[in-house]
Structures are given as C-alpha cells and as structure tokens.
C-alpha cells in the first residue's frame, strides 16, 4: 500500500510547524486521498483545511500554530498526553523511541526536537513501517486512541486546523477498520 504510506507522511508533515507554504503538500494530500477512494466527508475537511490556509498568510498560520498545539495543553500534538499520566508516559515514550530504532526509523532526523509521540513523527512513523501487523497495531492501540480525544476537543474550536485534524482521524480510523 504505497498509497497509504505516502498518505500518513505528507499528513506527518502538514501538522509540523509550517516554515514555508504547505498548501501543495494539502493538494497532494487530497490527490491521495481521492485516488485512495476515502468518503467525500475526510475529503471534503482537507479542502476545507485548504480553503482556509488560502485566508491567511504564512506568519498569520505559524501564529495559529504556536497558539494551537504548543500553548493550549487540550490539542497538544504529543499523543501519549491524552493516555497516559507521568511515569507511564514516560515509559511510552521510550517503548516508542525502541521501536523507532528497531525498525531503522530515522527518528532523529524526521523529529527535529519533537517527542516521539508527537503525531508528526508517529505519522511519518505509520508511513514508514513495512511491518503490517505491527503498524496496524500501533495505530490501534495508540495513535487512534490518542487522535479520538485530540479530535474531541478540537470539535468546540473554530480553528483551521481542526479540518486537518478531523481528516487525519477518520483517515486513520478508516484504515483501522479495514485492516480488522
């Protein structure tokens, strides 16, 4: 499934912090998901997503960023926060950090100073695994559980992002269901 590991990597790349105009990564993004044969509805939020990036200019989008996933604890990017507490989280994070070097994932690289739980990594994370089973298991047991409470508690903000990470959700849950 090429389709679905390009897919999970440009959405990696979409909930990093923007440094320069994404909106072509969003163009492939729904080019993927149209041939990948997703519902209108996770379509439809990514140009939604789109159509509100067209508003607002780069800086305008960073500021948003910042305000969204790095000052408001609620819709914080790093997925084990909606999981675990404390010591268990940090435990995950290291479970995560093994698994990334057992299947030669280039964590370091890809991270940029990010936790490994950061759903940018884990994207590109699900994108990059060879391993079925495991990424299937991964995301189930993990990633969705996370993205469910993220997604909730983005659904009370008007906020771009909240396309993205409604999309993201679904795209997620979709596969999960699929893979059963």
């Given at each position: 499934m090429v389709l679905e590991k390009s897919l999970y990597t440009r959405l990696g790349e979409?909930?990093?912090?923007?440094?320069e105009d994404i909106r072509p990564v969003v163009d492939e993004c729904i080019d993927s998901l149209i041939k990948g044969q997703y519902p209108e509805e996770v379509i439809n939020e990514i140009k939604n997503f789109r159509k509100d990036l067209d508003k607002v200019p780069l800086d305008t989008l960073q500021e948003l960023y910042s305000y969204t996933f790095e000052l408001v604890s609620d819709t914080t990017l790093d997925m084990g926060y909606y999981i675990h507490d404390g010591f268990k989280?940090?435990?995950?994070?290291?479970?995560?950090?093994?698994?990334?070097?057992?299947?030669?994932?280039?964590?370091?690289?890809?991270?940029?100073?990010?936790?490994?739980?950061?759903?940018?990594?884990?994207?590109?994370?699900?994108?990059?695994?060879?391993?079925?089973?495991?990424?299937?298991?991964?995301?189930?047991?993990?990633?969705?559980?996370?993205m469910e409470k993220l997604n909730r508690n983005f659904q009370t903000k008007k906020n771009a992002y909240r396309h993205l990470i409604n999309a993201i959700y679904r795209i997620l849950d979709?596969?999960?269901?699929e893979t059963k």
């Open positions: 979409l909930v990093r912090y923007p440094k989280r940090a435990r995950n994070l290291l479970t995560i950090k093994s698994m990334y070097r057992e299947q030669g994932f280039p964590f370091e690289d890809i991270a940029k100073g990010e936790l490994p739980d950061n759903l940018s990594v884990t994207l590109q994370f699900i994108g990059f695994l060879k391993d079925e089973e495991l990424r299937n298991d991964f995301t189930k047991t993990f990633v969705i559980q996370a979709k596969d999960v269901k």
